[in-house]
Nanobody, 115 residues
């Protein structure tokens, strides 16, 4: 059974940093492109960062480009999202899943950016 556990969120002031982690199970992580998704209050879930399976090629939503870095450790079945220079508009619940989502979603981790 596919399962995701996200962690690392929190409340920070604008300009702060957070590192999100996602541990996956129930499938072979290295075989899948992975993504971090964000659901802001009152909005649909959207992809903010993705990383390919083999070469680790990354791409980002324009609004986070240059401030966020997605990475993966296949040996640990874990995907990370380093978030720097956080802005209030980064607020939301962050989820990870395959680039083409698999199974059910995890509970996500809340990121709140506010002064």
């Amino acid at each position: 059974q596919v399962h995701f556990v996200e962690s690392g969120g929190g409340s920070v002031q604008p300009g702060g940093s957070l590192r999100l982690s996602c541990t996956a199970s129930g499938f072979t992580l290295r075989d899948y492109a992975m993504g971090w998704y964000r659901q802001a209050p009152g909005k649909e879930r959207e992809l903010v960062a993705a990383i390919t399976s083999v070469y680790g090629i990354t791409n980002y939503k324009e609004s986070v480009k240059g401030r966020c870095t997605i990475s993966r450790d296949n040996a640990k079945n874990t995907v990370y999202l380093q978030m720097n220079s956080l802005k209030p508009e980064d607020t939301g619940v962050y989820y990870c899943n395959a680039r083409t989502p698999l199974g059910s979603w995890g509970q996500g981790t809340q990121v709140t950016v506010s002064s």
